[in-house]
Structures are given as C-alpha cells and as structure tokens.
C-alpha cells in the first residue's frame, strides 16, 4: 500500500519561499502521476500542480504559475513543489496526492476525483 507524507509546510512572510515535499512508501512511485492540492477552511479542495510520472509534462494552476515549480525524484520517491513569492492568498493546508490508474500515463488530471492516494497534510501561512 502506498502512504504519502508531506514535510516542508510552515510560517513564511509574503514574498518569501518554502519547499514541500512528498515522500511515497512502495517500489512503483515512478509509474504514477502525481499533484499537489490545497485546502482553506470553509472552502473546496483545489488543484495546485501536477506532474506525470516522468516529470516531462506538468500542470499549473494559474493562480501560481511562475511563482510555483512542481518537481520529482524517482529515485528517491520523492515530489516536490518550490513556492516562490508566496501571497497570503497561498496560505492553505497543501496535499500530495497519487493518480495510480494508469500506470505511465501522460494525461494529467487536475480533478481531485482522479487521485486514489493522499498524505496527510502540511499547513503553509503566509504573513502579510
């Protein structure tokens, strides 16, 4: 069974950075698409980024495109997602997430439906 754990999260002023990471448990993490979700309270579930399984392609929501580079290891069973010029707007609990339907596919999905695996969650603040 794959688990998802996200690190990286924390208090950072507009305008500053952080990294996320997502390590993935299991031997087939180079076979799936990946993305990054975030969560307001009171609010939907939204898509962030996405990449597919060999990095080659990848997805952006608008609101952080340029500011937001999603990226992997896998190698290291690892995603990432650099944040740069963060925006109070951006402060969320932000998730990694596994699209494990197709193995080596490259159709990235921004529909949360589409994910089967998520962590557990880290919690971004961005002061103003």
């Known amino acids: 069974q794959v688990q998802l754990v996200e690190s990286g999260g924390g208090l950072v002023q507009a305008g500053g950075s952080l990294r996320l990471s997502c390590a993935a448990s299991?031997?087939?993490?180079?076979?799936?698409?990946m993305g990054w979700f975030r969560q307001t309270p009171g609010k939907d579930r939204e898509f962030v980024a996405a990449t597919i399984w060999s990095a080659n392609r990848r997805s952006y929501a608008d609101s952080v495109k340029g500011r937001f580079t999603i990226s992997r290891d896998n190698a290291k069973n690892t995603m990432y997602l650099q944040m740069n010029n963060l925006k109070p707007e951006d402060a969320a609990v932000y998730f990694c997430?596994?699209?494990?339907?197709?193995?080596?596919?490259?159709?990235?999905?921004?529909?949360?439906?589409?994910?089967?695996?998520w962590g557990q969650g880290t919690q971004v603040t961005v002061s103003s």
């Open positions: 997430a596994a699209d494990r339907a197709l193995p080596y596919s490259s159709d990235i999905s921004m529909d949360q439906s589409e994910y089967d695996v």
């Open positions: 299991g031997r087939t993490f180079s076979t799936y698409n």
